[in-house]
């Protein structure tokens, strides 16, 4: 169970500076696999980092009482000098999970060869959050927290072990997934909290809640139409990254 | 037993961040000798220096100066250590674990702060005692562990008052250093405040690094006197600096987690 105790969240600066939550009393079982919906996508990541502590409330208190993931992606928190098996065997040893199997399971599965043995800093940024993808499914949590990350699980090809992962921990464990991919939702969720205007609404049914978001949208754009905006915009981030 | 678990696993997470700092030095072993080396340099280097400048033989305590400037600088540079460099260990949310709190990580930093000061302070009275006087050896263990407990207080709500105000302004950079070398000219480690006239001894006696000092000297000098020594003062000092510390942790941290 996850409790918010009247949860205010502010984010943003300048002309982004939002509500995102506005006192919200909230309750989120542990147990099940919760799609954080809303018209804005921005905000579900924002609640997402809310409940994995990377970002703090505002006003108000989060109470987890379960064991909560961090992101998988997560790239904070590794030692850059120490060896890639030093840093995995820290980070089993911080959530308290048992160090010997976490690390030959996560040697065996990365398929770092010898750069397993080699100093963290040494790894391609892509490598580091596979091995951060990995780690995040491999230790046993009540609840995966997921993020931007999770639709890019299964892109690539050595991104597939880390979708097995996903899809095993997805039948026995509790999730909070904040995609903008209905497919994938559909595919994994069977509960949805509608993010919209301040307040927090959450939903036995899925199907209810993805009607809701639509109905909360601003008028006159789907919500298809929206993530094509938003893919557009993107790919422009990103090729203005490359060119620079 | 909720409490137990729990306590468990807070204990279990400081196992895991204070081994890894042991992994990383063991990855950099010259940087930890020369940093556990500096204050050892330091307390001879000046030790030599106001030898010769006084030109004196014995020191106000009797015995050999080195003994006698040593037992000031060792607590002094401990508060220095402790409450300097936190900085260092202390990073936004967004670069460590969720599980891992910013206290989590100033304690980790006093831990190791006390084993290297433990290590130094046998090396450098164990050298003393070699190389100068039997004094090195302390009369009254008790008194030097009270006065460097005090320490750990007073250098745990200050390094926490410190590191934030140099994350609001970079002034304090340069600020803190000047403090904490200032305070070293008035905490009673080159001269006996006993001994000044009583308008000093009574500013000085607002200082509660200067009590700190005297105290730890009352381990090494039993017949010292110490007659401005106020262990109240001091202990009262040092507890609420750690609830001072606290409370700044604890209002900043939202302002810290951008």
Redo the contacts between chains.
């Keep these: 169970m996850i409790i918010l105790e009247r949860v205010t969240k502010v984010a943003g600066a300048g002309d982004k500076r939002r509500s995102v939550l506005r006192a919200v009393q909230l309750s989120l079982p542990s147990d099940r696999r919760i799609a954080v919906l809303g018209p804005a996508g921005e905000d579900t990541k924002v609640f997402i980092d809310l409940l ?5 409330p ?1 006003a108000g208190r989060i109470v987890r009482r379960a064991r ?1 993931s ?1 992101l998988p992606g ?1 790239l ?2 590794f ?1 850059r ?2 060896s890639v098996r ?1 840093n995995v065997a ?2 089993a ?4 999970a048992d160090v010997e199997t976490i690390v030959n399971f996560v040697a065996q599965v990365s398929d770092l060869g010898k750069d397993f043995d080699r100093p963290y800093g040494d790894l391609s940024n892509a490598r580091k959050r596979y091995l951060s993808d990995i780690l995040a499914f491999s230790i046993p949590f009540d609840v995966y927290l997921l993020g931007d990350g999770v639709v890019r699980l299964g892109d690539k090809r050595y991104n597939r072990e880390a979708r097995a992962l996903f899809e095993a921990r997805a039948k026995t464990s509790g999730m909070i997934i904040a995609s903008e991919d209905p497919g994938f939702v559909r595919e994994f969720c069977d509960m949805g909290l509608v993010l919209a205007q301040g307040q927090a609404w959450l939903f036995e049914n899925l199907d209810q809640a993805l009607a809701f978001t639509d109905q909360a949208a601003p008028p006159g754009k789907t919500r298809e139409e929206r993530r094509a905006a938003r893919r557009k915009r993107r790919k422009k981030r990103a090729r203005k990254v490359l060119d620079e | 037993m909720a409490l137990t678990r729990a306590l468990r696993r807070y204990f279990g997470i400081l196992g895991a961040l204070l081994r890894r700092e042991e992994e990383s030095r063991r990855q950099s072993p010259f940087d930890s000798v020369v940093n556990l080396l500096e204050p050892i340099f330091l307390i001879m280097l000046l030790s030599f220096l106001f030898y010769v400048l006084q030109r004196r033989q014995v020191s106000p305590l009797g015995g050999p100066p080195v003994l006698y400037y040593a037992t000031g600088f060792f607590p002094i540079y401990f508060f220095i250590y402790i409450s300097r460099r936190m900085r260092g260990s202390i990073d936004a949310p967004s670069r460590r674990f969720p599980i891992e709190q910013r206290l989590d990580h100033i304690f980790v930093h006093i831990i190791l702060r006390i084993i290297d000061y433990s290590i130094l302070g046998i090396l450098l009275f164990g050298a003393i005692y070699l190389l100068f006087t039997d004094e090195a050896i302390p009369q009254d263990m008790t008194k030097i562990v009270a006065s460097l407990v005090t320490i750990v207080g007073l250098g745990f709500g200050w390094g926490i008052l410190n590191l934030v105000l140099s994350r609001e302004s970079r002034v304090w950079n340069f600020i803190f250093p000047s403090i904490s070398r200032i305070l070293v000219l008035f905490s009673g480690v080159f001269f006996v405040p006993d001994f000044l006239a009583p308008d000093s001894r009574y500013v000085l006696s607002f200082n509660p690094l200067m009590h700190a000092v005297q105290l730890f000297r009352l381990g090494f000098y039993p017949q010292y006197t110490a007659l401005l020594l106020d262990v109240h003062y001091l202990a009262y000092f040092a507890i609420s600096s750690v609830f001072l510390g606290l409370m700044v942790e604890r209002v900043t941290r939202r302002f810290e987690a951008r």
């Design positions: 994995a502590g990377i970002v703090l505002t909560l961090f997560h904070g928190g030692t000098e120490l030093l820290h980070v040893r911080l959530y308290g």
